[in-house]
């Protein structure tokens, strides 16, 4: 009987974040297309003795209490699945923290689709995205990965065909970790809702169509949509991050906006060695900095 699996589980970005409406629940209606990249966490779980469930990372930074999302999955599974025991839970962390790249989402995606394999649970894809719902908005698209619409709070997934060759820089201030409902909130308490430059212009409708293209025009019309409400509560707020968004966009690339609430900026690059030299061109001490590709999945064996 296998007692352990090794699961990488892969960051996500938003080439596309509209915020629709304010939800009476707190929450925001959104319109997204989030793609999986290539830069994971590796995940490691390993059934023990007992009932418990031990969370470990490789990053002192991350808390292992019940607060982790990886551990609020291996619970919700215990609790719907009696029979289930304890496992050991340890985290490999590449993907950085506050950064709107769904690191602690992937995390807990990888642990709902290890623990079904692991016992041999047969949950389907669609049970593993309720499951997801009820601990993230944004875990059951990192449950499925690829390339998605998502709507709803970011729950209501519609596949799109795979962005498999978008080559990605992906830039991370080392001291500048946003927080999620900080982010939303900024929006909503600065009335931002009120002016809607996507809606009015049908970006997402056109994203949606240059993505169907799935041709070698692609990256440039995706490059030229990148749209994300959030840019305008969060880079007031974070004048180094317009600086790093402006560098990068003054160095011939095919577009470049910040990723979910941040602090992440990404630029798209028209190739590998563009990607290289654009990567060579905004790293310092203070920013990190990834050259990746688009991933057709999230979590897959390591
Ligand atoms: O669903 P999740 O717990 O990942 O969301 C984190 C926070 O992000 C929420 O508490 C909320 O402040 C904000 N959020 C939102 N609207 C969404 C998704 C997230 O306001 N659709």
Redesign the pocket.
């Known amino acids: 009987m296998t007692s352990r699996i090794s699961l990488k589980a892969a960051a996500k970005i938003n080439l596309y974040l509209e915020i629709t409406g304010n939800?009476a629940d707190?929450?925001?209606?959104?319109v997204m297309i989030l793609q999986s990249i290539d830069l994971c966490d590796r995940v490691d779980i390993r059934k023990i003795g007992t009932d418990e469930i031990q969370v470990a990372c490789t990053n002192p930074e991350v808390p292992c209490d019940r607060t982790n999302l990886a551990y609020k999955a291996a619970a919700l599974l215990q609790s719907s699945f009696p029979d289930i025991g304890g496992m050991e839970i340890l985290i490999d962390k590449q993907i950085p923290m506050g950064a709107g790249l769904a690191g602690g989402?992937a995390n807990a995606a990888a642990v709902l689709v290890g623990i079904d394999r692991l016992w041999d649970l047969g949950l389907t894809q669609s049970q593993l995205c309720e499951l997801a719902a009820q601990l993230?908005?944004?875990i059951p698209f990192c449950v499925i990965g690829g390339t998605a619409l998502a709507t709803g709070?970011?729950e209501i997934l519609s596949p799109l065909p795979d962005l498999t060759d978008l080559v990605l820089v992906i830039c991370k201030h080392r001291q500048i970790a946003i927080s999620?409902?900080w982010a939303?909130?900024t929006f909503r308490s600065q009335g931002l809702l009120v002016t809607s430059q996507a809606r009015n212009q049908n970006l997402s409708s056109q994203m949606v169509a240059a993505i169907a293209l799935n041709d070698e025009s692609t990256p440039v019309k995706v490059g030229r949509l990148l749209y994300n409400d959030l840019e305008r509560a969060v880079l007031p707020a974070y004048p180094q991050l317009v600086s790093l968004k402006n560098d990068l966009l003054n160095q011939e690339c095919l577009g470049a906006m910040m990723s979910g609430?941040g602090s992440t900026i990404f630029a798209i690059a028209a190739d590998f060695d563009r990607a290289q030299k654009i990567a060579e061109a905004v790293k310092t001490d203070d920013i990190d900095v990834w050259v990746v590709k688009s991933l057709a999945r999230s979590i897959f064996d390591a």
């Open positions: 939800r707190g929450y925001h209606d959104l989402s993230g908005s944004d709070r970011g999620t409902p939303y909130q609430s």
